[in-house]
C-alpha cells in the first residue's frame, strides 16, 4: 500500500495544526488519512511534559474515596481525600491523577491551549511533539526488524526441516516451496535466519550465496568465418524457428572434467528444461555423433525428429561435422543443426544454467573418468526431480512426462527423486576409498 505510514512532514503538520488548535477531522481531511490514525498517532507518541516537584494533582477518584489512616497517623479522623495533596504527596495505592477533558478525548493533548487555561489547570500536561514522534517511530521500526518472534519450538522445528536439505544443495526457495505448510514462517524470514545464525546451516552452504565477478565484455570481433556454419548461424536459427514455431528445439554442449579424460554430453530440452547427460570416452566428433545415433535407433527416427527437431550448439570441434549430426547411419536427416555465434554461450543461455547443477556435484577441474553413465544417470535424476522457480516451482522431470513421454524417461533411465532425497552435492557421486 502506498504511502502506508506517516512521514516526518506528515508529523510535523499535525503538531501545527494542533498548536492552531484544530479537529482531528481537519488534520486527517489534509493529510488524506482516517481520522483515526491520525488519533493513533497522538496518543501512542504523545508524552507527558515533566512537573515541579510540589506540582498538585487532584485524584480523579477523590469524590468516591473512603480510604483512611495510609499515612500511618491512626489518630486522624478524617477521609484522606480531604488531605489536600495527599494522594500526589504520599502516592496512595488507589491514586490515579485526574485528567483534563481535552486529554481523556480528543485533541489529547495540551498543544494549543491557552496560558491562561494552563494556570487554573491541574491536569497533568501531555505534549505532541513531531521529531520526537518521529524518532520513536524509527526506533520500533528497527527494533521489529532485529531478531526473531518465533518459539524456540518453532526455531527447532524450523531447522529440523532446512537445515539438512541445506546441506544436501537445495536453496532455501525450493526448501519453503515444498514444505510451505509445515514452516511458520517467509522464505524471505528463512534466508535472515541463516544470515543470522540461527540454524544449523550457514551462508556458505547455499548453494547461491556467492559475489559474482565483473562479467568479462569482449570486444568487437569479426564474424567467424568457420565453413561448417555457413547457412547455419543463430541468425539462421531464429529465421527457422519463425517459420516453423512447432519445432522442438534441443540445447547440446559437453561438460569438460580434466584435460584429455571423460567428458560429458549434455542435451537440454527448452520446452521443459529437462536435461539429458551422456559420458563420453573423449571429446570427439566420432563420440558426438556415436551418442546421436544411439538415441535416434533406441527411439526411432520419427520419435526423434519430434523430439529433436532443431539442435542448438556451440562451434567446439565435437560439433564441426553438421552433416554427420543431422543425419542417421542411413544417411537420412533426422534434425537440424545450428550454431551459436563465437563468444556468445548466452545464446543458449538454458543449458549454460543447467551447468551449475552438474558443477554443484562435480566441481570444475574434476576428472570424470571414474564416473559411469549410472551415475551420469543418477545425476541428472536429482537435477531433473529439483524444482525451478521460472516453471512455477515444478521439477523438469514432471514436464518432461508431459511433453516428452513416460516411456522415453523411462527408455534411458530416468525416474523422479523425492524432493527429501535430493542431493546436489560431491556426496552423490562420490566413490568410497578401499585401501
Known amino acids: 500500500m502506498k504511502n502506508k505510514h506517516l512521514s516526518l512532514e506528515n508529523r510535523i503538520t499535525i503538531q501545527m495544526m494542533l498548536d492552531e488548535r484544530?479537529?482531528?477531522?481537519?488534520?486527517?481531511?489534509?493529510?488524506?488519512?482516517?481520522?483515526?490514525t491520525i488519533s493513533r498517532e497522538i496518543?501512542?507518541?504523545?508524552?507527558?511534559?515533566?512537573?515541579?516537584?510540589?506540582?498538585?494533582?487532584?485524584?480523579?477518584?477523590?469524590?468516591?474515596?473512603?480510604?483512611?489512616?495510609?499515612?500511618?497517623n491512626m489518630s486522624c479522623r478524617k477521609l484522606c481525600a480531604h488531605c489536600v495533596g495527599y494522594c500526589h504527596t504520599y502516592q496512595c495505592p488507589e491514586y490515579e491523577p485526574e485528567l483534563c477533558k481535552f486529554i481523556k478525548n480528543a485533541p489529547f493533548v495540551c498543544n494549543g491551549c491557552d496560558v491562561s487555561v494552563r494556570r487554573q489547570c491541574y491536569s497533568a500536561r501531555y505534549i505532541y511533539n513531531a521529531r520526537q514522534a518521529h524518532a520513536a517511530y524509527e526506533n520500533k521500526l528497527r527494533e521489529?526488524?532485529?531478531?526473531?518472534?518465533?518459539?524456540?519450538?518453532?526455531?527447532?522445528?524450523?531447522?529440523?526441516i532446512v537445515s539438512p536439505l541445506?546441506?544436501?544443495?537445495?536453496?532455501?526457495?525450493?526448501?519453503?516451496?515444498?514444505?510451505?505448510?509445515?514452516?511458520?514462517?517467509?522464505?524471505?524470514?528463512?534466508?535472515?535466519y541463516v544470515d543470522g545464525c540461527y540454524l544449523t546451516a550457514r551462508n556458505i552452504d547455499l548453494p547461491r550465496k556467492v559475489r559474482y565477478k565483473a562479467r568479462y565484455k569482449h570486444d568487437n570481433r569479426a564474424t567467424s568465418g568457420q565453413k561448417f556454419c555457413i547457412g547455419r548461424t543463430y541468425n539462421d536459427f531464429k529465421e527457422f524457428?519463425?517459420?516453423?514455431?512447432?519445432?522442438?528445439?534441443?540445447?547440446?554442449?559437453?561438460?569438460?572434467?580434466?584435460q584429455g579424460g571423460k567428458v560429458i554430453l549434455t542435451l537440454l530440452f527448452r520446452s521443459c528444461s529437462f536435461m539429458m547427460?551422456?559420458?563420453?570416452?573423449?571429446?570427439?566428433?566420432?563420440?558426438?555423433?556415436?551418442?546421436?545415433?544411439?538415441?535416434?535407433?533406441?527411439?526411432?527416427i520419427e520419435t526423434f525428429r519430434r523430439l529433436f527437431g532443431v539442435i542448438l550448439t556451440d562451434r567446439g570441434?565435437?560439433?564441426?561435422?553438421?552433416?554427420?549430426?543431422?543425419?542417421?547411419?542411413?544417411?537420412?536427416?533426422?534434425?537440424?543443426?545450428f550454431y551459436c555465434d563465437p563468444y556468445c554461450s548466452w545464446q543458449k543461455g538454458m543449458i549454460e544454467k543447467n551447468h551449475e547443477f552438474i558443477r554443484c556435484i562435480i566441481p570444475s577441474g574434476r576428472s570424470f573418468d571414474s564416473l559411469t553413465q549410472a551415475d551420469v544417470?543418477?545425476?541428472?535424476?536429482?537435477?531433473?526431480?529439483?524444482?525451478?522457480k521460472g516453471l512455477n516451482d515444478n521439477a523438469p522431470i514432471t514436464l518432461a512426462e508431459f511433453f516428452l513421454g513416460k516411456q522415453f524417461l523411462e527408455q534411458f533411465g530416468f525416474e523422479q527423486i523425492p524432493q527429501r532425497e535430493i542431493i546436489l552435492k560431491p556426496a552423490l557421486v562420490r566413490k568410497p576409498k578401499f585401501k
Do not use: W
Not at 65 to 70: A, V
Not at 171 to 190: D, V
Open 22 to 36: 484544530k479537529p482531528i477531522h481537519a488534520i486527517a481531511r489534509v493529510l488524506g488519512k482516517p481520522d483515526s
Open 43 to 72: 496518543i501512542r507518541n504523545r508524552y507527558q511534559k515533566s512537573e515541579r516537584p510540589h506540582t498538585y494533582h487532584p485524584c480523579s477518584k477523590t469524590r468516591n474515596c473512603m480510604l483512611t489512616h495510609i499515612c500511618g
Open 144 to 160: 521489529t526488524r532485529q531478531g526473531t518472534s518465533l518459539t524456540p519450538e518453532d526455531m527447532k522445528q524450523i531447522d529440523s
Open 166 to 192: 541445506l546441506l544436501q544443495g537445495q536453496s532455501i526457495q525450493a526448501i519453503y516451496t515444498a514444505h510451505r505448510k509445515e514452516l511458520p514462517c517467509s522464505a524471505r524470514s528463512l534466508y535472515n
Open 241 to 258: 524457428i519463425k517459420n516453423n514455431p512447432d519445432m522442438s528445439v534441443c540445447e547440446m554442449d559437453t561438460v569438460i572434467g580434466s
Open 277 to 300: 547427460a551422456f559420458l563420453l570416452k573423449n571429446k570427439t566428433q566420432e563420440s558426438v555423433i556415436t551418442v546421436l545415433n544411439s538415441i535416434c535407433r533406441a527411439i526411432g
Open 317 to 337: 570441434t565435437e560439433f564441426s561435422n553438421p552433416l554427420a549430426l543431422e543425419c542417421d547411419e542411413y544417411g537420412e536427416i533426422k534434425t537440424h543443426i
Open 377 to 388: 544417470t543418477l545425476m541428472m535424476n536429482h537435477i531433473n526431480s529439483y524444482p525451478r
